[in-house]
């Protein structure tokens, strides 16, 4: 079975004193017993903060982008061996703040993906389509390219420790969530074209979803067949509203 994964995606947000006391009431509440994995996905500078602060708790850490290259000469950007150095676990590849600010395309999220599980991090694959392209009637299509390429450049094979999240992007810090039959429906399509390849990678792929998961509408979300847990924005960066979200991961 599945354990459910809650990651708190913290974007560009929080000074070290936030963070400090985001990640000691986030330790207080989380049961490490209980069948819920947590992940917090702070930005670059504190990660070695964050990983100090989380020793011994169970919850993991993750960086929130990495570069496709190796270490080298390329300013600014930061490797998946120095991710590793700080401690993380699991990177996402691909975020639609990403895709859509920075202009990664899908070759360079394949890339990036590559580059995590060659040096040992868990990539957390995003996935999502604009509104203009749900409205359209083109989400599968969208969803089936950008899974297509890491599935075409790393083999099922690779996926197997690997996480994909469904972010939609019209839901994505609006406050506009999909509904659970909407989101169900793109994760049951994820986890077919995954089965295509492989039934058992697809049986073993975590699937989560992401895009203004909030306490209220989690219960719902987390209660579909294929949706193991969330990605989590805005909703991360307040204790209660994180650990309530994690809560409902597991009933
Ligand atoms: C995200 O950035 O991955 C996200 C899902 O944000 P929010 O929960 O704020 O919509």
Redesign the pocket.
């Known amino acids: 079975m599945r354990v459910p994964l809650i990651a708190g ?1 913290w ?1 560009m947000n929080g000074r070290r004193e936030d963070i400090r006391a985001l990640v000691a009431g986030i330790r207080e509440r989380f049961n490490a017993g209980a069948r819920v994995e947590l992940l917090v996905l702070p930005s670059f500078p504190y990660l070695d903060f964050v990983a100090s602060t989380l020793e011994g708790s169970g919850i993991d850490l993750g960086g929130q982008d990495l570069s496709e290259r190796d270490d080298g000469a390329f300013t600014g950007d930061v490797s998946a061996g120095m991710l590793l150095d700080c401690g993380c676990r699991y990177v ?1 590849a691909g ?3 990403r895709r859509t600010l920075h202009g990664e395309d899908d070759q360079t999220v394949a890339a990036k993906f590559e580059t995590a599980l060659r040096a040992g991090l868990k990539p957390v694959l ?1 996935v999502g389509e604009l509104l203009e392209e749900r409205d359209q009637g083109r989400t599968e299509e969208v969803v089936r390219r950008q899974l297509g390429a890491v599935v075409d450049r790393v083999g099922i094979a690779a996926l197997a420790d690997a996480v994909v ?1 469904y ?1 939609p992007v019209w ?5 506009r ?1 999909a509904s659970p039959e909407q989101a169900q429906s793109v994760h049951a399509f994820i986890r077919s074209q995954l089965a295509d390849e492989s039934a058992t990678i697809a049986g073993q792929v975590r699937i989560l979803y ?5 306490p209220d509408n989690a219960v719902d979300l987390f209660a579909c067949d294929d949706i193991d847990g ?7 960066l307040q204790v209660d509203s994180f650990m309530a979200i994690a809560e409902a991961a597991c009933p």
């Open positions: 995606n974007k996402l975020h639609s703040e995003c999240a972010e839901a994505i810090g609006t406050g969530t992401g895009g203004s998961v909030k969330g990605l989590i924005g805005g909703a991360s």
